[in-house]
């Protein structure tokens, strides 16, 4: 199996580039966002909670989102890998995300972290929210939201760079170009030989 994680703040294309990634290898996509979305749709427990964080910006607290995820990564047999799209968010999701693979008996193969100026995702963020006709109060949590990113994501970047999992790439390029970057890193990540000592 070939396990990968997608992470980045609003507005670099994560949704986008996973469905991309997940159609082009067959792997399995599991956002915590939707997740969390379908949640509050259906006005489960979960989704009480995750109503009271996610419209201010927020992360719902650890306990809650991996206990979702947990339950959402039974992992079926011949399947090629799963896609994590926007999780982890914090070290301690990080550790347990480790812990709940290992369970599994599998790992997390590679990081990819999208980057790009806070100017081009707040100016896409932006004109995302103007096709869809949200209220203007949106931009406030979008701002709010990269703040989070940036006080909680770092330490994430930290933990999967220091193990050698970690590759960042750039999305202020066209889309296409973006995703050829992708690829090669993920072909060069399916073709690398597993290094010990690192946890999962």
Known sequence: ?????????????????????????????LSTGDMFREHIKMNTATGLVARRYIPRGEL????????MLYRHTFIPENIRGLLFDGFPRTLNQALLLDKMMTHRDTRINLVIGLQASKKDLMERIKQRESRRHRPDDALLVARRRMEVYEEKTSAVMDYYRAQGR?????????????????QRIIHHYMNKKPTTGISG
């Open 1 to 29: 199996m070939f396990n990968l994680v997608v992470i980045g703040p609003p507005g670099t294309g994560k949704g986008t580039h996973s469905q991309m990634i997940t159609g082009e290898y067959g792997l399995v996509h």
């Open 60 to 67: 719902v607290p650890d306990r809650i989102t991996c206990r």
């Open 166 to 182: 970690y590759e960042e790439v750039s999305s202020a390029a066209p889309r296409k170009d973006v995703f050829r970057c992708i």
